[in-house]
């Protein structure tokens, strides 16, 4: 963050300065875990129903902290930031810190005031901030954008899905005078959602890439998610970008809702930041030629599925709209890597078992693209098996539920359960009742009798596997993240260490 003092922070955020000097300056990061302050830092004293930061705020002082945004002195210097007026305090927010009255609201808009703030200040002197959004690869896209971004200067972007009232304003106060880009990621789970965060931190480039099923259950259906996306590009600049993805006609029409200039991006014949030529490799790793009106170039990706071409492509216009020469940004792509854990996070153990893990989070867009993923890679590759006999390897799809999917949820699974089918996918192995209707779904599509598989739990799974599992197989685990695959994930790694 830009250096301040506490007195010019409670101007901002409209509070006082309390139990300290406000001459005090912030010049460290701003921290809402007391662990991560570094020294001359800011903590952040966000209220909550199991723990309350306000009890480490003296910790925090004693450590180095230069301060606490609060919403009640506490005893060591502090800004208190003012209660919301009644009515005000966003549903979001109170959901996120889980108070009762309101005071976490009232922290997390004191830090959206800042944030605004310091972004503002920084824009002025150059800095260019990037929106990222969409229903599925928002993260992927957010790393490969600043991936390429680094080499152009320094650039911020969050770790893993932090995109939301919290992690939107931190992410943005990690930026200082020598940050030239700024890459967020933003999420909606309800109509002006995405407004709000690009109020707190106004993006110049904006970058929508789909408009899927997730969260369908709070928003009614896809034409309003599509309302909810395209907030980003209404609050673009004049002078800004939206990078509209061309092969989603939801995404496409949201060209209308920007005074911003469009760029498009996909294979559609009017993108002008287009894949042509795509091709995967036996770990269905992608390759394809980066078309653009300034030239076109190879790009032979290392990361698994064919879904991330449209990703590379918006990071590719992204980079392009700041300096890259069509050249650089194809070599670039063609070492990104994935910075974010369990999104295709391919591993493949010593007995030639591969784990495919994309257990963060579902819906049915991502379901289908790792599916495709997962195909690829078994007919790709083949094992050996027992008699030294070579065979196309065996692909295990061990799926659980996806969430927030409302009255489409029963289709929905049944539609993911047939397309492991068609797919010929070898196994499916379905956790949980929540996700019951993807094992119907496989049962009922073809002559599948057996290959799919109805577990309870977590561990079943892992028992099963552990049993069935056999050299050179392909495994997919993949769930919304309440469902926690995750856990099978590691259990099939673990398996996997000498």
């Given at each position: 963050?830009?250096?301040?003092?506490?007195?010019?922070?409670a101007?901002?955020?409209?509070?006082t300065?309390?139990?300290?000097?406000g001459?005090?300056?912030?010049t460290?990061?701003?921290?809402?875990?007391?662990?991560?302050l570094?020294?001359?830092?800011?903590?952040?004293a966000?209220?909550?129903e199991?723990v309350?930061?306000?009890?480490?705020?003296?910790?925090?002082v004693?450590?180095?902290?230069?301060?606490?945004?609060?919403a009640?002195?506490v005893?060591?210097p502090?800004?208190v930031?003012?209660?919301?007026?009644?009515?005000?305090?966003?549903?979001?927010?109170?959901a996120?810190?889980?108070d009762?009255?309101?005071?976490?609201?009232?922290?997390?808009?004191?830090?959206a005031?800042?944030?605004?703030?310091?972004?503002?200040?920084?824009?002025?002197?150059g800095?260019?901030?990037?929106?990222?959004?969409?229903s599925?690869?928002?993260?992927s896209?957010?790393?490969?954008?600043?991936?390429?971004?680094?080499?152009?200067?320094?650039?911020?972007a969050?770790?893993?899905?932090?995109?939301?009232?919290?992690?939107?304003?931190?992410?943005?106060?990690?930026?200082?005078?020598?940050t030239?880009?700024?890459?967020?990621?933003?999420?909606?789970?309800?109509?002006?959602?995405?407004?709000?965060?690009?109020r707190?931190?106004?993006?110049?480039?904006?970058?929508?890439?789909?408009?899927?099923?997730?969260?369908?259950?709070?928003?009614?259906?896809r034409?309003?998610?599509?309302?909810?996306?395209?907030?980003?590009?209404?609050?673009?600049?004049e002078?800004?970008?939206?990078?509209?993805?061309?092969?989603?006609?939801?995404?496409?029409?949201?060209?209308?809702?920007?005074?911003?200039?469009?760029?498009?991006?996909?294979?559609?014949?009017d993108?002008?930041?287009?894949?042509?030529d795509?091709?995967?490799?036996?770990?269905?790793?992608?390759?394809?030629?980066?078309?653009?009106a300034?030239?076109?170039?190879?790009?032979?990706?290392?990361?698994h599925g064919?879904?991330?071409?449209?990703?590379?492509?918006?990071?590719?216009?992204?980079?392009?709209?700041?300096?890259?020469?069509?050249?650089?940004?194809?070599?670039?792509?063609?070492?990104?890597?994935?910075r974010?854990?369990?999104?295709?996070?391919?591993?493949t153990?010593?007995?030639?078992?591969?784990?495919?893990?994309?257990?963060?989070?579902?819906?049915?867009?991502?379901m289908?693209?790792?599916?495709?993923?997962?195909?690829?890679?078994?007919?790709?590759?083949?094992?050996?098996?027992?008699g030294?006999?070579?065979?196309?390897?065996?692909?295990w799809?061990?799926?659980?539920e996806?969430?927030?999917l409302?009255?489409?949820?029963?289709?929905?699974?049944?539609?993911?359960?047939r397309?492991?089918?068609?797919?010929?996918?070898g196994?499916?192995?379905?956790?949980?009742?929540?996700?019951?209707?993807?094992?119907?779904?496989?049962?009922?599509?073809?002559?599948?009798?057996?290959?799919?598989?109805?577990?309870?739990?977590?561990?079943?799974a892992?028992?099963?596997?552990?049993e069935?599992?056999?050299?050179?197989?392909v495994?997919l685990v993949?769930?919304?993240?309440?469902?926690?695959?995750w856990?099978?994930?590691?259990a099939?790694?673990?398996?996997?260490?000498?």
């Amino acid at each position: 963050m830009i250096s301040l003092t506490l007195a010019e922070i409670a101007s901002i955020v409209g509070g006082t300065v309390h139990d300290g000097d406000g001459a005090t300056v912030v010049t460290g990061s701003v921290e809402f875990d007391s662990r991560k302050l570094t020294p001359g830092g800011l903590f952040v004293a966000l209220p909550g129903e199991k723990v309350d930061g306000h009890d480490f705020a003296a910790k925090a002082v004693e450590s180095g902290a230069a301060g606490v945004l609060a919403a009640r002195p506490v005893g060591v210097p502090a800004v208190v930031v003012p209660p919301l007026p009644p009515g005000q305090a966003h549903e979001r927010s109170v959901a996120l810190t889980g108070d009762t009255d309101g005071s976490g609201a009232a922290v997390l808009a004191g830090l959206a005031k800042l944030a605004r703030y310091v972004v503002r200040e920084l824009s002025a002197k150059g800095l260019t901030v990037v929106g990222v959004t969409g229903s599925s690869g928002k993260t992927s896209t957010k790393d490969l954008i600043a991936q390429l971004l680094e080499p152009l200067g320094p650039t911020v972007a969050p770790p893993g899905s932090f995109n939301n009232e919290l992690g939107h304003p931190w992410t943005a106060l990690r930026a200082d005078e020598s940050t030239r880009h700024l890459v967020l990621e933003m999420s909606a789970r309800g109509m002006g959602h995405i407004a709000g965060l690009a109020r707190t931190a106004p993006p110049r480039i904006g970058v929508v890439l789909n408009v899927g099923s997730a969260h369908v259950s709070e928003f009614g259906s896809r034409e309003a998610i599509a309302q909810a996306k395209g907030e980003l590009v209404e609050a673009l600049p004049e002078d800004g970008v939206a990078v509209l993805n061309r092969d989603d006609p939801l995404v496409s029409a949201m060209e209308s809702r920007t005074k911003a200039r469009v760029v498009g991006v996909g294979e559609h014949p009017d993108a002008e930041v287009r894949a042509e030529d795509i091709t995967l490799d036996e770990q269905a790793r992608p390759s394809f030629r980066l078309v653009t009106a300034r030239g076109s170039a190879e790009v032979k990706l290392q990361l698994h599925g064919e879904h991330h071409v449209g990703n590379a492509l918006s990071a590719a216009a992204v980079a392009l709209e700041l300096g890259s020469t069509v050249d650089e940004i194809a070599a670039r792509l063609s070492t990104v890597e994935r910075r974010s854990a369990r999104r295709m996070e391919v591993t493949t153990r010593a007995d030639g078992v591969t784990i495919l893990n994309d257990s963060y989070n579902a819906n049915p867009e991502s379901m289908r693209a790792a599916l495709k993923a997962l195909a690829s890679m078994s007919r790709g590759g083949r094992a050996r098996r027992a008699g030294g006999r070579e065979e196309h390897r065996r692909s295990w799809a061990v799926l659980g539920e996806m969430g927030e999917l409302g009255a489409d949820s029963v289709s929905a699974h049944d539609e993911i359960g047939r397309l492991a089918v068609r797919l010929n996918i070898g196994k499916l192995v379905v956790v949980g009742e929540g996700a019951a209707a993807m094992h119907q779904g496989a049962s009922h599509e073809g002559s599948w009798g057996e290959e799919s598989v109805l577990v309870p739990d977590t561990d079943a799974a892992i028992a099963l596997l552990r049993e069935q599992l056999e050299p050179g197989d392909v495994v997919l685990v993949k769930a919304s993240n309440f469902a926690q695959l995750w856990r099978v994930a590691n259990a099939l790694l673990e398996d996997g260490v000498a």
